[in-house]
């Protein structure tokens, strides 16, 4: 097994140690010496995936995560569907004792199932239970092409424990089979010389802009597409109200055609909108208000052409409703956006007119001028309640770039309400790697800490800027990211509250006209006050805070990226205002 | 006649213009608070891209203030009488309208 898995290229293996699979464990760390793949301590098997995904996000490849079939996959099965939900690849070995007359009585019998997979079957793209070691070789190989071709997604190998266990009688006849990954499906080539027609002869077209890329590649091949056209850009705006493009990192922020800041005026303006394997395209074409009565309405001008690219129309499953509401197009692709861009490019090259570059040159200018006019907007608006005390969002997303801006760096999480995204210069496909997929809290602080572990290679400055109740989920990866010495600063966004459900709460109160006192009863996380810096602290993470007062901000962050530049996590509590 | 026509054209102008009720900003500050408004605007009215916008310190004039909480457009829940009365929305808008100035461009990186 362990021959197999090295074969794989794969250069950690994520786990919290279980009996189902002390086989292979102890397989990896002695007979394998412990290196690529290195096991890693990890307090929570939620941990232990997100720590796969937020990596997977930066190097593009899985990482192994190893369970129990029971409750380790129970513990890691929220992250497992964040990983499904954001189309990222994990590579999940479950342990489990199918054989009922092998199993040691009691907690052995409570830790085994008939079909470990069973639990997660819906939301992860592939699963096996192998019998034989070759059917394991076999399985396992298998397991990281189906994880890799997009959509990407979580994968599941159950492994035997007497497979583990036991001597292996034929060695000689077993064989590790060779790694082929799957070529990206490009989309159909007349509809993209269709699309490359829509985009050429459109007035506005406006490319909204999700999970499009997978590299640096794959934004610099939007960037050209854009840029070919002149077409407004609208990506990475995550937490507005519906989220638009939040996924990766598609489109530099400053680039003159990127329209995100004035998304709604962008794609109003829009007779051709694509959306590039976003996940919620109705969301972006249609606005929807939360009030006594749900509606909806078009955001697009009436005869639009909407359409869409995305690997999601190869694959569809029923049970979780990640798919979100049917969009009408007149348009789509069934393809990965990244494959299909060179093509498409190609295609618009080829009809685009002397007259068609005229035009599209005064777009250009009129976008340029509106983004510009946006991003001026954004940073009068981060201006106000400077002093505040607590500390405004605004003002400590300022504070982190004033100190980070010069550095090789990667926002692994957080947002800020947003703030990082209008005040921060985006260039790179690393400096952000999107949300959660399935916004299941506890996301944040793992993902970073796997991120910033791919980010270690490259010598890059991993900053989280970290909710305070996502990182209660599970703390322990503060010790995981201490005892590896994974450099990462997080910075605490500790509002002490669930803002996001008082709002819910809001909403129902005002809704029954009941007033609203009482909508912070279970949502806040106060009295006590949580004590980030000692909770760290106690987990070897160097820490320093509460602060409370925004002119302590410049040289408790400059103390805490010395600490991360020497190699080690470091973090900073800093209490802040609810939004 | 004349100084009387005056004084009553005064009287009309004043009435006009219909100068805005002061409110209570302390009493503002407590049924901001109190009512959740700073869960979505910020604990100074400043706002948030990914929640509410800024209302403050130049928030609407009161009567349009007020109506818009009655009937907001939006995500934004309503506020009826019920909940909040026109008394005590004068008082909300007041401390709002009582929040500091913003710092110079300058504080922020390029």
Known sequence: ?579 | MRLVSAILIGAVSLAGQAPEPAGDVERGKTLYVKNGCADCHGLEGQGAPTSGPRIGPNPLPLEAFIKYIRAPKNQMPPYTEKVMSDQELTDVRAFLAARAKPAPATVLPQ
Not at chain 1, 11 to 40: H, K
Not at chain 1, 200 to 206: C, G, H, I, K, Y
Not at chain 1, 261 to 285: C, M, P
Not at chain 1, 422 to 451: C, D, H, M, T
């Open chain 1, 1 to 579: 097994m362990v021959d197999v898995i090295k074969s794989l290229g794969v250069p950690y293996v994520c786990g919290n140690p279980g009996s189902s699979f002390r086989g292979l464990q102890e397989s990896i760390v002695t007979y394998g010496g412990n290196e690529q793949p290195e096991f890693l301590t990890c307090l929570h098997e939620e941990s232990a995936v997100a720590m796969a995904h937020g990596y997977a996000k930066i190097e593009g490849k899985p990482l192994i995560v190893l369970a129990h079939g029971t409750v380790g996959l129970q513990h890691a099965s929220m992250a497992i569907y964040n990983a499904w939900c954001d189309r990222v690849p994990v590579y999940i070995i479950l342990g489990n004792t199918l054989d009922a007359i092998m199993r040691y009585p009691g907690v052995e019998w409570v830790h085994s199932v008939q079909d470990a997979a069973a639990m997660v079957r819906d939301y992860v793209k592939w699963d096996d239970t192998p019998i034989s070691l070759q059917h394991f070789a076999e399985s396992a190989v298998r397991a990281y092409k189906v994880s890799m071709t997009p959509w990407a997604g979580p994968v599941v190998l159950v492994a035997d424990a007497e497979l583990q266990e036991r001597p292996i009688p034929d060695h000689g006849q077993l064989r590790v089979p060779k790694l082929t990954l799957a070529a990206p499906p490009q989309a159909d080539s007349g509809a993209v010389a269709e699309l490359a027609r829509f985009l050429v002869d459109a007035a506005s077209p406006v490319l909204i802009a999700d999970r499009a890329a997978r590299s640096q590649a794959g934004m610099e091949r939007l960037v050209e597409l854009a840029e070919l056209v002149q077409a407004a850009v609208v990506s990475t705006l995550p937490n507005t109200m519906p989220p638009i493009g939040p996924g990766r990192m598609n489109f530099p922020s400053r680039h003159p055609l990127n329209q995100t800041l004035r998304s709604a005026a962008a794609i109003a303006d829009g007779d051709v909108v694509v959306g590039l394997e976003i996940a919620n395209f109705f969301g972006a074409t249609n606005t929807y208000r939360d009030q006594i009565e749900r509606s909806s309405r078009a955001a697009t001008k009436t005869g639009a052409k909407l359409v869409t690219i995305s690997a999601g129309e190869l694959s569809s499953k029923a049970n979780y409703q990640d798919f979100q509401r049917y969009s009408e197009v007149d348009l789509a692709l069934a393809g990965d956006v990244e494959a299909t861009l060179p093509a498409l490019i190609e295609a618009v090259k080829r009809l685009i007119t002397d007259d068609r570059k005229r035009a599209f040159a005064a777009r250009g200018v009129r976008l340029a001028d509106a983004s510009r006019a946006a991003r001026e907007r954004a940073r009068t608006d981060a201006t106000y309640a400077w002093d505040a005390v607590p500390i405004s969002t605004a003002r400590l997303a300022a504070e982190v770039w004033a100190q980070v801006r010069q550095e090789d760096w990667s926002l692994v999480n957080g947002a800020l309400s947003g703030w990082a995204q209008r005040l921060w210069n985006f260039e790179k496909y690393y400096q952000y790697i999107g949300v959660s997929g399935g916004s299941g809290i506890g996301y944040g602080a793992p993902a970073a800490v796997g991120a910033a572990l791919a980010n270690r290679r490259y010598g890059r400055l991993s900053i989280s800027l970290q909710n305070d109740g996502d990182l209660m989920y599970a703390p322990g990866v503060l010790w995981t990211a201490a005892h590896y010495k994974i450099p990462i600063l997080f910075v605490m966004n500790n509002n002490r509250a669930y803002h996001e459900e008082v709002m819910h709460l809001q909403r129902m109160a005002s809704r029954r006209e009941r007033g609203i006192e009482r909508a912070h009863i279970g949502n806040v996380i106060n009295d006590p006050a949580i004590d980030f810096a000692k909770l760290a602290q106690s987990l070897g993470v160097h820490a320093e805070g509460p602060i409370a007062n925004p002119g302590d901000l410049a040289p408790a962050i400059s103390r805490a990226i010395a600490i991360v530049k020497s190699g080690e996590p470091a973090l900073i509590d800093v209490i802040m205002q609810p939004r």
